[in-house]
Structure formats: structure tokens, C-alpha cells
């Protein structure tokens, strides 16, 4: 089993930019896949970028492709989300989840671990 703890949320303006963390525990943080989810209120969980468990593999949404990178450490067991040209629209709780496959998915269903969610607040 592995927990999760997202870290680095805030209040920022329309252009600026944020790096959200996900730090995982246990010793087998680098054999799953990871993802990163958001929700916005009164929206479905929206998917936004996920890298396999060596991180030679990402992929994202397509509102997010070429503003976000996703990346992970996995000596420091660690995920990562930098964020930049953030839009009012990117105001959301942002999700980090671990799927026990190497390979990522896009549905939230594959993912069996989430955290508890960092809030992101981007103002016009």
C-alpha cells in the first residue's frame, strides 16, 4: 500500500506559475504508475497527466498539453506537476493517484491510491 500527500497549491494569477508535489510513502513508490487528476466544483474528475513507473513514458490532457510537465524522482519518492501560463480555468483541487501497473492510464478507475488534494486557485 502506498499514501500520498500533495503539496504546493495557492492562490496565483491568470500567467503565473506552480509546482505541485506528491510525496509518497513506501518502497514501492517507483513500480507504479502515476497520475495527477483535477476537480473543479461541480465537475467530473478531469484527467490531466500521468508518467510510468521509470518515468521514461508522459502523457496529458489536452487543455493542459504544453503548459504542464509531469516528472517524478523516485529515489526522493516523489511526484511532480509544473505548471505554467496557468488559466483561471486550471481552478481546481488537483489529485495525485498511484496505479499499481507500470503502464499509465487516463481513467481514474485504473488508479488505486489517490491523495487527499491540494487546492488551485488561478484569478483572472
Known amino acids: 500500500q502506498v499514501q500520498l500527500v500533495e503539496s504546493g497549491g495557492g492562490l496565483v494569477q491568470a500567467g503565473a506559475s506552480l509546482r505541485l508535489s506528491c510525496a509518497a510513502s513506501g518502497r514501492t513508490f517507483s513500480s507504479y504508475a502515476m497520475g495527477w487528476f483535477r476537480q473543479a466544483p461541480r465537475k467530473e474528475r478531469e484527467f490531466v497527466a500521468a508518467i510510468t513507473s521509470g518515468g521514461a513514458s508522459t502523457t496529458y490532457g489536452g487543455s493542459v498539453k504544453g503548459r504542464f510537465t509531469i516528472s517524478r524522482d523516485n529515489a526522493k519518492n516523489t511526484l511532480y506537476l509544473q505548471m505554467n501560463s496557468l488559466e483561471p480555468e486550471d481552478t481546481a483541487v488537483y489529485f495525485c493517484?498511484?496505479?499499481?501497473?507500470?503502464?499509465?492510464?487516463?481513467?481514474?478507475?485504473?488508479?488505486?491510491?489517490w491523495g487527499q488534494g491540494t487546492q488551485v486557485t488561478v484569478s483572472s
Open positions: 493517484a498511484a496505479d499499481r501497473r507500470r503502464a499509465y492510464s487516463t481513467n481514474p478507475e485504473q488508479y488505486d491510491y
